[in-house]
Nanobody, 119 residues
Framework: QVQVVESGGGLVQPGGSRRLSCAAS????????MTWYRQAPGNKRELIGT??????DYVNDKQGRFTMTQDNAKNTVYLQMNSLKPEDTAVYYC??????????????WGRGTQVTVSS
């Protein structure tokens, strides 16, 4: 069984920073990609960026304030968010494409972590 868990959300003041974590655990053979999304109330889920084979692809307007990094030893990716704005308020989700011990490749979603940017 595989689990994906996001953490690090909370209340942040405008202009502040926050680092989110997404950790995968369980019966993992390999992790093919990990992607961050976010969803604000009333909006569709929005892609932030993907780490795959050590390469990072960002949606254009996210690069600069948002930085993704990974720790392969911990099966974890991080999302460093700087200069946060109230419009960054959302639930932040992680999706991992994982090959399990049965060698089947599946998508696994976390439950999300809430980030609220407010004074």
């Amino acid at each position: 069984q595989v689990q994906v868990v996001e953490s690090g959300g909370g209340l942040v003041q405008p202009g502040g920073s926050r680092r989110l974590s997404c950790a995968a655990s369980g019966d993992i053979s390999s992790i093919n990609a990990m992607t961050w999304y976010r969803q604000a109330p009333g909006n569709k889920r929005e892609l932030i960026g993907t780490i795959r084979d050590g390469m990072i692809d960002y949606v254009n307007d996210k690069q600069g304030r948002f930085t993704m990094t990974q720790d392969n030893a911990k099966n974890t990716v991080y999302l460093q968010m700087n200069s946060l704005k109230p419009e960054d308020t959302a639930v932040y989700y992680c999706k991992a494409v994982i090959q399990g011990g049965d060698f089947r490749v599946r998508d696994y979603w976390g439950r999300g972590t809430q980030v609220t940017v407010s004074s």
